[in-house]
């Protein structure tokens, strides 16, 4: 559920306060699309957006990379430097690191800044959980899960939630630059 603010006509744009206070960057190792250990605490220290996607998604993931894609574009050399772009694979269980390194390289998503991470199912869950998110497998193989992105914070918690294909890819560059001034 989505508390929503009355300030201006944010909302409208698929951009929401924050309605989770938990550290989203704790001390949980997944695995990169190089096969690399990440921990999500390393993250910390600069603002983080967030999304979940599976490789084999069809609909919603490849629109939802395709949006952060634009907003990598218009981040352009913060990325990395400044900001960070996570994507979470939501199907860990075929989502190996090399599935993951095609996936970025096929979405104009991996040049430096964007990580995509993968791991144990149950650490996966883990992590959906701090964000109040779980994925559903379907009898068709599909995940039904939602489509929302986050912006954290250099400490790891969140402060804009988007309706990740709703949202202005200006919108979030935005409020990335805010939290990078406030960082």
């Given amino acids: 559920m989505l508390t929503l603010s009355a300030c201006g006509n944010r909302e409208a744009r698929g951009d929401y306060p924050a309605a989770n206070g938990n550290n989203c960057l704790p001390d949980v190792s997944l695995i990169d699309q190089h096969g690399a250990a990440v921990s999500l605490a390393s993250l910390k220290g600069k603002p983080v957006l967030i999304d979940f996607i599976y490789t084999s998604c069809a609909s919603t993931c ?41 996936y970025a390289k096929s979405h104009d998503a991996d040049g430096p800044g964007w990580i995509f991470l993968t791991g144990p199912p149950a650490k996966i869950d883990q992590v959906l959980a701090l964000f109040n998110l779980r994925r559903t497998r ?25 309706s990740a294909l709703d ?10 630059d805010r939290a990078r001034n406030k960082g």
């Fill in 62 to 102: 490849p629109m939802l990379t395709a949006k952060m894609a634009a907003i990598a574009h218009q981040l352009g050399p913060a990325l990395g430097a400044d900001v960070t772009i996570v994507s979470i694979s939501l199907d860990p269980e075929h989502d190996t690191p090399a599935e993951l390194a095609k």
């Fill in 138 to 162: 379907e009898s068709n193989g599909s995940i039904t899960h939602s489509i929302e992105a986050f912006l954290l914070a250099p400490d790891g918690h969140q402060i804009r939630q988007y």
């Fill in 167 to 176: 949202v202005s890819p200006a919108a979030v560059v935005e409020d990335v």
